[in-house]
Nanobody, 119 residues
Framework: QVQLVESGGGLVQPGGSLRLSCAAS????????MHWYRQAPGKQREWVAV???????NYGDSAKGRFTISRDNAKNTVSLQMNSLKPEDTAVYYC?????????????WGQGTQVTVSS
């Protein structure tokens, strides 16, 4: 059983910062990429950022220049530092972990953490 637990969401004023974290636990083997997605009310889930096992990163257009993804391989955690937050960043943020075992690819999702940007 694999569990992903996100934390760090909350209410923040425009221009503020938040740091989200996601910890993976359980019977998880070789973790490859770790992603962050978000879903705003009434909208489709949107990819935000990814970090590979080697530390390479990539960001969606909405995150470039404001968000930073990082990971701790020893602790199986991924974080998302979000700066200069805007009301349009309001969404439920989800982490996704991709791992492989015996040549089979697995995806695991967290339960989501709410981020609200409002004055």
């Amino acid at each position: 059983q694999v569990q992903l637990v996100e934390s760090g969401g909350g209410l923040v004023q425009p221009g503020g910062s938040l740091r989200l974290s996601c910890a993976a636990s359980g019977n998880i083997f070789s973790i490859n990429a770790m992603h962050w997605y978000r879903q705003a009310p009434g909208k489709q889930r949107e990819w935000v950022a990814v970090i590979t096992s080697s530390g390479s990163t990539n960001y969606g257009d909405s995150a470039k220049g404001r968000f930073t993804i990082s990971r701790d391989n020893a602790k199986n955690t991924v974080s998302l530092q979000m700066n200069s937050l805007k009301p349009e960043d309001t969404a439920v943020y989800y982490c996704k972990v991709v791992s492989t075992a015996a040549g089979i690819r697995y995806e695991y999702w967290g339960q989501g953490t709410q981020v609200t940007v409002s004055s």
